[in-house]
Structure formats: C-alpha cells, structure tokens
C-alpha cells in the first residue's frame, strides 16, 4: 500500500509551502506521493508550465508530486482535477468536468457545500467522486454525514463515483493527519491516477481505514454527526469571538490562530 496526501496547495497560488518544502514534510509522514491542486486562477500558460515541470523534477523514488488544479466554478463551486495541467475557458462546472475527465485527470467536487446538494443531484455530468472529507473544512475530528449520504444518492445515477478524502493543506500550522492509502504497484502519476479513478485506495486517520464506496457503517455515520456537531458549534463560537474582537479594533495573536488552525 501506497501512503500519500491528497489536496494540497503551494506556494504557486495560495499555499505556505513551497513544493520542496511540502517533500520533506510528507517524506517525513511516511508518503510516497502527493497529490497537488493549486488553483487555476493562478496560473497563466506559462506558469502552469513552470509548475507541472518542478513537480517532475522534484519527484524520484522516495516520493512523487502529481501535478493537479483546483478550479473555481460557478456559484463558488470548486473541483478538483487529479491530474489535470490544462487551464479551463469555463467556469460552467458540467463543462470543467469534461474538460478535467478529457484529459485522463480524475475529477471530484470539492468540499461540497450543503446549499450545493440539490444542484449537484440535477447535474448531467457528474465527477468520478466527491470530496466527503476535506479536513480544512469539515475540522480534523469528523466529516459531514450528509456528504456521504449526497454520495450515495448520486451513485444511482452512476455506481462508479468514489469518496475522496484530502487534506486541501494551505497553512505551515493547518492539521495534516488525513490520508489516503493506495493499492498500486508503481508510484508514478499514471499508475496512481488509475488507482484513484478505479478505487483502489482508502481514507487513512488515526485508526480509522475508510472505504473509497463512502458506504460508512450507520453507527460510525451517526458519531461523525455528534463529533462534528460539537466541532463545528465550537468553530462558531470562536469565529463568533473573532469578530466582536475585530470590531473592537483587537487582533488575535498569530500565534493562538496558528495554534487553532491545527484544531479546526
């Protein structure tokens, strides 16, 4: 099995990190590779270029980078292109998913919205998967049950779509506890595309090994609910703080929000 990161940002758009600052962090974790989605607003031709050939050169036996995007749609819709190093001329996200599978790139919506969910059920082109944790979003302890069960409701309509599990690592102080593992034999972009697209892998954190199907036990489902509840009531208290203390003309240390960015 196959150790790596999913969902990570660089310095090329709005990430801390820079890639060879990310290799020796994920090395450090045990990966063999990383899957990168810098954003595609960033990049021109020429940039995107620049990029996808420091990830080659930055890749060797220990550890591979896949170079990948993040486009921003339609309604603040983003999705993932696994894979994908071709800038898209639309922010239709039907369109930008063809235009990520196209390419051989394994498309997946990212860290769905809950306002999203019936807009996604009516889509004619759906990705090869959803986001149903993302742990800058959902917090680091649990994911959102109704995203697994968005997943479901979607597999219907085609049976092949996967539960994707990433980190979308931005900040040198975020949590970087979820993984993926990964059942392939060669650690190269190709290879762990394949796997990724066929579902050959799980979600890795702590002790807990999640299945690519999402199909989740009913009792695990429902303490991800309490768990994340009592997290997000949490996260909303702080952020509620946040801005009275922001009106008031105080800032929040650096260094207590670089603290809690490894909490939520």
Partial sequence: MLKGAMHIHSTYSDGEFTLPEL??????????????????????????????????ALSDEKLV??????????????????????????TDPEEVIQHIDSQGAVSVIAHPKDEFFSWMENFLVLPRGIETWNSK???????????????????????EMRAFYGQ???????????????????AKPAPI?????????????DKLHLPSSGALPQELLTEFGLVHDRSYRMWRFLKNGKQTLDRLGIRVPESLKAQLRRIF
């Fill in 23 to 56: 290799r020796e962090i994920f090395l450090a974790e045990g990966c063999a590779f990383v899957c990168m989605n810098d954003h595609a607003e960033y990049f021109d031709e020429e940039s995107i270029q620049l990029y996808v050939r420091e990830c080659d």
């Fill in 137 to 159: 979003y959902d917090g680091r302890y649990a994911p959102r049950p109704g995203t697994f069960a968005l997943l479901q409701k979607m597999k219907k309509r085609n049976p």
């Fill in 65 to 90: 980078f896949v170079a990948g995007l993040e486009f921003e749609c339609e309604g603040r819709m983003h999705i993932l292109g696994y894979g994908a190093t071709r800038l898209a001329n639309t």
């Fill in 168 to 186: 979308d690592l931005h900040w040198k102080k975020q949590f970087r506890g979820l993984f993926v593992g990964l059942e392939c034999d060669s």
């Fill in 193 to 205: 595309l394949a796997a990724l697209a066929d579902g050959n892998y799980q979600g890795l954190k």
